[in-house]
Nanobody, 121 residues
Framework: QGRLVESGGGLVQAGGSLRLSCAASGSFFIVATMGWYRQAPGKQRELVADITGGGSTNYADSVKGRFTISRDNAKNTVYLQMNSLKPEYTAVYYC???????????????WGQGTQVTVSS
């Protein structure tokens, strides 16, 4: 059974940088779009950025120019470089992948366990 393993969250001052990583490990037949979502206390989970297997990217307006998403297809790993961080970016960040577990399964959404990002003012 495949799973997503995240790393890289933590505490940083406003204006600082963090890099999140998420590896799709275990048994995946195909990993298509991968991305990052975040959920702040009392708010709904929202898309931060995603990237297709071909490298096409999509960003939330609030992070354009500050965050960069990339992936290593050979490693089934997605990265989120976060620069010029602001306190309002404080949230739990979740990795997401649309993937097939086997040749005989359809696409499903997989989620990581979440990693806390806290930006202090």
């Amino acid at each position: 059974q495949g799973r997503l393993v995240e790393s890289g969250g933590g505490l940083v001052q406003a204006g600082g940088s963090l890099r999140l990583s998420c590896a799709a490990s275990g048994s995946f037949f195909i990993v298509a779009t991968m991305g990052w979502y975040r959920q702040a206390p009392g708010k709904q989970r929202e898309l931060v950025a995603d990237i297709t297997g071909g490298g096409s990217t999509n960003y939330a307006d609030s992070v354009k120019g500050r965050f960069t998403i990339s992936r290593d297809n050979a490693k089934n790993t997605v990265y989120l470089q976060m620069n010029s961080l602001k306190p309002e970016y404080t949230a739990v960040y979740y990795c997401n992948a649309r993937a097939r577990g086997s040749l005989y399964s359809s696409y499903s959404n997989y989620w990581g366990q979440g990693t806390q990002v806290t930006v202090s003012s």
